[in-house]
């Protein structure tokens, strides 16, 4: 936005519930500040913290684009997962879609989804499912990567048989469920052939009953993930939900070869690149798992870098954004 715009930001991020109401005394007050300046408001993710810049710009006759992520899209009950999985978190994200001018998510299957991975929940997601009859319109921008930075490091040397995935709060159950780490617990502790690795462990942190075969290993710099990428194979995302995985990407356009869940964008985003688990089920996975180690994984690699090199370059988001914009501001 800053090659074309001032952009003048304000986060939103209370680290105590009871705090937010304090968050949102200090959002009007830069909204009040900004706004009459502002030629357009823009929300990252739909939630307490959209509605009063769609209320805003609507009274103020501004433009406001919301970005919708992915957990502002669904509803996962039987976790607590999703902006409509709590009732009043979803009034609010409702409200802010319904006043919003335009609303841009990074997939279509944020938009509208049918659900078979997993029957604990509902058998639809995204916004339009969460959000019956709503008019505002959408427009898809996919998610854009820069392919010269993310690249394989030629220092490396790939270790064959092995998984990685990225996980930030993996030490929460919470999150274990999510992201679909207790599948890959169990499944490690069935293919000793093979080594599975997370970043993002807590100092001193281990599962109980943690696999010999199942490495850990702390938050890092993107430097250094890099480096992680282009020693590993495969990289595993199998999340019970997800919009555009960064972590996914930025692993093929090192060379990784994707395993994903059948949900959201990702087995339209790895295409014919890698391996997609369509049910919820610790067999087929290590059924998958195993087809994967038989694999043609060179070839595989060079597939899924080349898949988000050309369809999701770092330049085509920004194109496509700034024509959006343009677009909204000749409405306005």
């Known amino acids: 936005m800053e090659q074309q715009y001032e952009v003048r930001h304000q986060g939103f991020l209370p680290k105590k519930k009871w705090q937010t109401p304090l968050v949102w005394l200090g959002q009007v007050l830069f909204l009040l500040r900004h706004i ?58 409702r409200w802010s879609y319904q006043m919003a001018a335009h609303i841009a998510p990074v997939h279509e299957k944020l938009v509208w989804q049918d659900y078979t991975y997993q029957p604990n929940d509902f058998p639809h997601q995204g916004f339009r499912f969460h959000c019956p009859g709503l008019k505002t319109p959408h427009t898809v921008i996919y998610n854009g990567y820069d392919a010269s930075f993310w690249k394989p490091d030629a220092a490396v040397v790939r270790q064959p048989n ?34 599975f690795t997370i970043v993002g ?6 599962f109980p009953n943690q696999p010999a075969n199942v490495k850990l290993l ?50 339209v985003i790895i295409g014919d690149s890698g391996f997609v688990l369509e049910k919820q089920d610790t067999v087929l996975l290590e059924h998958l798992l195993k ?9 595989l690699a060079e597939n899924a870098r080349q898949q988000i ?24």
């Open 218 to 267: 702390p938050k890092m710099p993107l430097a250094d993930l890099k480096l992680v990428y282009s020693a590993h194979t495969f990289y595993m995302q199998l999340s019970l939900s997800e919009g555009f995985p960064n972590a996914l990407s930025e692993s093929m356009l090192c060379g990784c070869v994707p395993v994903v869940s059948g949900v959201g964008g990702m087995p």
């Open 36 to 93: 009459w300046q502002a030629d357009a408001l823009i929300c990252m993710f739909a939630g307490y913290h959209s509605f009063l810049p769609a209320l805003f710009g609507k009274l103020a006759s501004k433009p406001c684009l919301i970005v919708a992520g992915g957990t502002d899209c669904v509803a996962f009950p039987s976790i607590g997962y999703g902006v409509f999985a709590n009732a009043l978190l979803g009034r609010f994200a």
């Open 201 to 206: 462990a807590p100092d001193g942190f281990r």
């Open 291 to 299: 087809d994967a180690l038989r694999s043609n994984s060179p070839k």
């Open 309 to 332: 090199a050309l369809r999701y370059r770092e330049e085509r988001r920004e194109k496509e954004l700034h024509l959006l914009l343009q677009q909204l501001l000749k409405r306005s």
């Open 162 to 195: 092995t998984f990685l995935t990225v996980c930030a709060g993996l030490d929460m159950r919470f999150t274990q469920r999510l992201k679909g780490l207790d599948l890959m617990l169990e499944v490690a502790a069935r293919m000793p052939e093979a080594t």
